[in-house]
């Protein structure tokens, strides 16, 4: 086994599956440049319970993707970050499901660029206090929004500024 879920990632291959034990991780994982990555709660996986957390200690996001493709983020309690997760760069057809995103000071979700293009937010529960946005858009294209609850966010459950063909269900 790893550490930190960031020494797992760093170790990954494309395709592999990282799998974390419940308990907090006290972290930012960055996924720069990875592509087919699975990252998944074993609690979650197992019995669809949510008690594994990153918390990313108020610096940064607990998940940051930058230019990935193809990578899965699953099941785990997302707090105390900027934006519970952050894409951004060229990033394309990444999926954030099934997690708790709650107390960041941003966004529970920010897409941001427009070549963050086909994205997948599904079955996700974001709620504040705190956090500004439950899910934030700049320029993000066709991304596929649905089945997440946004609740007690401060200002805007969905922000979408400029971009296209993004869906929301």
């Not at 700049?138 to 966010?153: E, H, S």
């Not at 969905?158 to 971009?163: A, L, P």
């Amino acid at each position: 086994g790893y550490p930190t879920i960031q020494a797992a990632v760093d170790a990954s291959r494309g395709g592999d599956v990282i799998e974390a034990f419940s308990g907090v991780f006290y972290e930012g994982v960055l996924l720069s440049k990875r592509t087919n990555l699975t990252i998944r709660a074993r609690s979650w996986a197992q019995s669809n319970k949510i008690n594994t957390v990153v918390d990313a200690g108020g610096a940064g996001s607990p998940f940051s993707i930058i230019n990935g493709y193809g990578n899965r983020i699953l099941g785990f309690s997302l707090r105390h970050g900027t934006s519970g997760v952050s894409v951004s760069g060229t990033s394309r057809t990444n999926m954030i499901a099934h997690c708790l995103i709650y107390s960041n000071t941003s966004a529970g979700l920010e897409l941001n660029g427009a070549a963050v293009q086909r994205n997948s937010v599904v079955s996700n529960r974001i709620r504040g206090p705190g956090q500004n946005f439950g899910v934030y858009f700049t320029g993000a294209q066709t991304n596929y929004i649905r089945d997440n609850a946004i609740r007690r966010v401060s200002s805007i459950g969905v922000y979408i500024n400029s971009g296209s063909g993004n869906e929301l269900r």
